[in-house]
């Protein structure tokens, strides 16, 4: 019997090392192939966002902070700034994690970007004298090269910086709020920063398919209103948005319903399990980004739910529902090991499809994730979207990982020239763990006895949830950049 296994980025409890043709396995039965930073990592926790260090206290921890105390490791606990507070003033005395945390934008599909508040620059800077990419791809961070960069220090800006952190959106347009000061002074340089270009190929000719002020009332209440399931409301998209407002400038209802600014549109599934016998649902962190209200479906059922914790680095979530469970996940004992069978359990193309659980099977195809990942295991059980957070289990019903993304289909034809089959990640079980003590949430420890297909299935069943995402109409126009949505929305 196969579980499913699921990656992120965090923690490491499998090493693996070539000494000719033996494989040394790092683990709690093996810890002497352990190396110090792996004793340590496993020895100690630490409050988020700070570097509060201390030995971990559960029982399954002690023999790691046995193995470093005989090894002599002090595992930074007795030098850790245990009374400086780590803040927007000190980001110095902060941990990595929480400088990545508030220096970068997270995009969706696992990318990140550097962030142009004004406010998080101090950590933007931070990462750049710690020499942190935050898991950020293609773009060098703005303070390597000039670290003295700030809205203190316009003058150490260079061109590429003020316009980085003066202008947003596309198209692009100059920042009114944070990020006005290196807007303001790019403008002193007389800097464009790609405003406005292209406007001089715009066509000598406006029609209503270009200029809102052409069109009758017929065509304005064609081109501003959408209509989903019988129900009239105004486009969305930057086309259809110009349209909305100049209908709506002239006093046009274009027979759309009572709007209400509150109202909030299903816009994106996901998947999540409980871990708790309290309600405690654990998900992606992407699938509840940006949501305005979140509902957990289960039996039948449906309810809301509130975010207890979240980790973005590692693409985790914690919620928590009134909806009663029959069944819970335990977590397996150890981290899964290569050609370990697992089981994929989620809800692809949410309930486009069926409203029934879905299940694939496969195995742990290697231990890291995309660039040597190690908060990452490597799965060939088919993932697809509505997957992201669902149980990885092995053959005993345990969760061995959380299902997180599979690879990029265009992104791998241009990198390799091949379709990548059955290449698809999850977030590693340590990684799990330690986000829930982070967050004080006690779970069981599963049996290491296989159980039957017909049990395996009736657990995943009870015990895997679908998560669905509403927004209201200002928020998707401000996340439709940054998170996936259903198509429909965005017509």
């Not at 923690?11 to 792996?38: E, K």
């Not at 061109?159 to 003066?166: K, P, S, V």
């Not at 809301?304 to 928590?320: C, H, M, P, S, Y």
């Not at 059980?381 to 005993?396: C, F, H, T, V």
Request: glycine share 8%.
């Amino acid at each position: 019997m196969r579980s499913l296994a699921i990656i992120i980025f965090s923690s490491l409890l499998l090493w693996q090392s070539d000494v000719g043709a033996a494989t040394q396995i790092c683990s709690r039965s093996q810890i002497d192939n352990c190396d110090n930073s792996d004793v340590c990592q496993h020895a100690t926790s630490g409050n988020w966002g700070s570097e509060v260090i201390h030995w971990r206290t559960q029982t399954i921890y002690q023999i790691w902070v046995d193995e470093a105390k005989r090894r002599r490791l002090d595992c930074d606990v007795e030098n850790s700034k245990r009374f400086v507070k780590c803040s927007n003033e000190t980001p110095e005395y902060c941990s990595d994690n929480f400088v990545c945390n508030k220096a970068t934008n997270f995009l969706g599909s696992g990318d990140y970007q550097w962030s142009n508040s004004d406010s998080m620059q101090h950590f933007v800077r931070e990462a750049a004298k710690r020499s942190l990419s935050c898991s950020v791809v293609g773009a060098t961070n703005p303070f390597v090269d000039a670290k003295s960069c700030s809205s203190e220090n316009l003058s150490f800006c260079s061109n590429q910086q003020l316009c980085q952190f003066g202008t947003a959106g596309t198209p692009k347009r100059w920042r009114t709020y944070a990020g006005k000061i290196y807007a303001q002074e790019a403008q002193s340089r007389g800097l464009s920063c790609g405003i406005n270009e292209g406007t001089a190929n715009a066509p000598s000719t406006q029609t209503c398919a270009n200029d809102p002020t052409k069109c009758g009332a017929v065509e304005l209440c064609q081109k501003a209103v959408k209509i989903t399931d019988g129900t009239r409301s105004w486009k969305m998209d930057a086309y259809g948005k110009q349209y909305a407002a100049a209908a709506k400038s002239i006093g046009l209802t274009c027979n759309v319903d009572s709007e209400n600014p509150e109202k909030t549109y299903r816009v994106a599934n996901g998947t999540g399990f409980y871990i708790s016998d309290d309600g405690h649902v654990v998900t992606n962190q992407h699938v509840i980004n940006g949501c305005n209200k979140i509902q957990v479906h289960s039996d039948g059922q449906m309810a809301a739910a509130t975010i207890v914790g979240q980790d973005r680095i590692n693409d985790l979530a914690l919620l928590k529902t009134a909806l009663k469970t029959k069944s819970v996940f335990s977590l397996a004992p150890e981290n899964p090991y290569l050609l370990q069978d697992i089981v994929a359990a989620g809800f692809p193309f949410g309930e486009s499809i069926s409203s029934t659980i879905k299940v694939t099977k496969g195995v742990v195809s290697s231990l890291s994730g995309l660039g040597d990942n190690s908060g990452q295991i490597q799965i060939d059980a088919a993932l697809q979207p509505g997957n992201s957070g669902g149980p990885i289990i092995d053959e005993n019903g345990n969760v061995v990982g959380v299902a997180v993304a599979k690879l990029d289909l265009e992104k791998s034809i241009e990198s390799f020239g091949v379709v990548p089959e059955n290449v698809n990640f999850g977030i590693k079980l340590s990684s799990l763990k330690t986000f829930l003590e982070d967050n004080n949430v006690a779970y069981e420890i599963g049996d290491e006895r296989p159980i039957k297909n017909s049990a395996l299935g009736k657990l995943a069943s009870e015990a895997t949830v679908l998560i669905s995402c509403w927004m209201t109409e200002a928020r998707i126009e401000t996340m439709q950049n940054q998170k996936a949505m259903f198509k429909e929305i965005l017509k």
